[in-house]
C-alpha cells in the first residue's frame, strides 16, 4: 500500500455552544484533517490538535508543521503494508502523539477499506454499541450546570461528567448531585490542582463519584498516588498516560485506578490498544476519552471503544451536542439506552462531506 499523495485541510468548526475547562473557554474547535490517496481509494484521519496548547502541547500548527515536514516524507510513496509497518518508518520521530495519531489513522482507514472491513473487525472488537455519556463544561453558575445536566439527562445521556477548576469544584459538583441523586457522575479537573490545593476537594469524595479525571499536572504521576492515597473514589488518569509504558508505571504506583484511552494523545489506535491490554492484565477499567473530534474522530473512537475492556461509559456524545454542521456524511445519533452505534461500514466506516470541509476550512496543503 503506497500513499502517492496527501491533502491536509486544517479545519475550525464552530462549537454549538461554548466548551469551558479549566484551560480556558473555547467557542470552536481546531483540527487537522488528513486525506491519503491510495491506488484510487482515500483514506481519512483527524489529528486532534486544537488551536491552543491548553489541554497538551501539540496545537494545530505544530502537528501541521510535524506533519508536512517529517511524518508525511517519512511515508510517502513507502510500500507499507500494515500498522507495524507504519510506526517503523515514523519511529524516529519524537512526541507529537495527536500528528501521529492523525496519520495513523489514514492508514486503518485504507487498510479496512483494502480488505472491506470495519476498524472494529480489524481490530478484534466485540461491542456494536457504546456506552457513552456528555462532558459539560463549566458554566456560568452552580445553577446553570444543574439547568445543563438536566438538559443532557432528559436527551437520554445516562452518564454525567463536569469540568471543574478551583473555585468552580465541590460547590458545583455539590449542586448536581444534590439535584440529581442517583445519575452516574464524575468530574475532571484537567490537571488545575496541585498537591496541596487538591485538599479543597476532599469533599468530593462523599459525593459517590465514578471517578475523578487528572487532578494533577500531566507530569506528576507520583503526586498523583499520593492523591489516590487520600481518596476512596477512584482517580482516573488522562494527560498523563501518553504512552503504553507511562500507563503501566502509572498502574504499578498506584497513582490511578481507572485509565481514559484517548488516541490521539497517545499517539493512535494502535497504542490505545496497547494500553488498553495492558490495563485488562491489571484489571484496571478503561474508557474512551474525547476531544470534540468531528466525525472522522468519533468513528475511531467509537471503533476502538468496541474492545473488550472499554467498559465504562465514554465520552462520545451525539453529533448535535457539538455541531451544527459536521465534515462527515454519517451523524452519530444516542440511542435510547445511551449508547451510539460503533460503525460497520469500511474503514472508518465514514464518508466526508467536500462542501462541509470546504466551508470550515483555513488552510491547505498538498504534499506529493
Ligand atoms: O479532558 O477529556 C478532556 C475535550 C477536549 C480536550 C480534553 C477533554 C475534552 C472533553 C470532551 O472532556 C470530551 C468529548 O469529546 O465529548
Ligand atoms: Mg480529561
Not at 518508518?89 to 472491506?116: C, F, T
Request: proline content about 5%.
Amino acid at each position: 500500500m503506497k500513499i502517492e499523495r496527501i491533502n491536509l485541510y486544517h479545519i475550525r468548526m464552530d462549537l454549538r455552544s461554548p466548551f469551558e475547562t479549566s484551560f480556558g473557554r473555547i467557542h470552536t474547535r481546531d483540527c487537522i484533517l488528513i486525506e491519503g490517496f491510495c491506488d484510487g481509494i482515500v483514506g481519512y484521519g483527524e489529528c486532534a490538535a486544537d488551536r491552543d496548547p491548553g489541554y497538551s502541547y501539540e496545537t494545530s500548527l505544530t502537528a501541521w508543521h510535524i506533519l508536512r515536514d517529517f511524518l508525511i516524507p517519512s511515508v510517502l510513496n513507502k510500500d507499507i503494508r500494515n500498522i507495524p509497518e507504519f510506526l517503523k518508518n515514523i519511529q524516529s520521530i519524537r512526541g507529537h502523539p495527536m500528528a501521529k495519531a492523525g496519520l495513523e489513522m489514514v492508514y486503518w482507514d485504507l487498510i479496512g477499506k483494502i480488505e472491506n472491513r470495519p476498524i472494529k473487525g480489524l481490530i478484534g472488537g466485540t461491542y456494536e454499541k457504546i456506552k457513552v455519556g456528555v462532558s459539560i463544561g463549566i458554566q456560568e453558575t452552580p445553577k446553570q450546570l444543574v439547568d445543563t445536566v438536566n438538559q443532557y439527562l432528559s436527551q437520554g445521556y445516562a452518564r454525567i461528567k463536569i469540568k471543574i477548576k478551583p473555585g468552580r469544584d465541590v460547590g458545583d459538583t455539590g449542586a448536581v448531585r444534590k439535584a440529581f441523586p442517583n445519575i452516574m457522575l464524575q468530574v475532571d479537573a484537567n490537571s488545575a490542582y496541585t498537591l496541596e490545593t487538591a485538599e479543597n476537594l476532599l469533599p468530593l469524595d462523599n459525593l459517590d463519584l465514578l471517578l475523578i479525571e487528572q487532578p494533577l499536572s500531566e507530569d506528576d504521576l507520583w503526586d498523583h498516588r499520593q492523591i489516590q492515597k487520600q481518596f476512596k473514589t477512584p482517580i482516573c488518569l488522562d494527560e498523563s498516560i501518553t504512552s503504553p509504558r507511562h500507563a503501566r508505571q502509572a498502574i504499578e504506583m498506584e497513582a490511578c485506578k481507572i485509565i481514559n484511552i484517548k488516541p490521539g494523545r497517545v499517539g493512535g489506535i494502535s497504542q490505545a490498544i496497547k494500553i488498553h491490554n495492558i490495563a485488562h492484565t491489571f484489571d484496571i477499567p478503561v474508557w474512551c476519552g474525547g476531544m470534540l473530534e468531528t466525525g472522522v474522530g468519533r468513528a475511531a473512537n467509537l471503533s476502538l471503544s468496541s474492545l473488550r475492556g472499554f467498559t465504562l461509559p465514554a465520552d462520545i456524545s451525539a453529533t448535535e451536542r457539538y455541531y451544527e454542521e459536521d465534515i462527515t456524511l454519517q451523524t452519530f445519533h444516542l440511542n435510547q439506552d445511551s449508547t451510539i452505534d460503533v460503525p460497520t461500514g469500511p474503514g472508518l466506516g465514514i464518508e466526508v462531506v467536500p462542501e462541509a470541509i470546504k466551508r470550515a476550512t483555513l488552510d491547505t496543503l498538498t504534499i506529493h
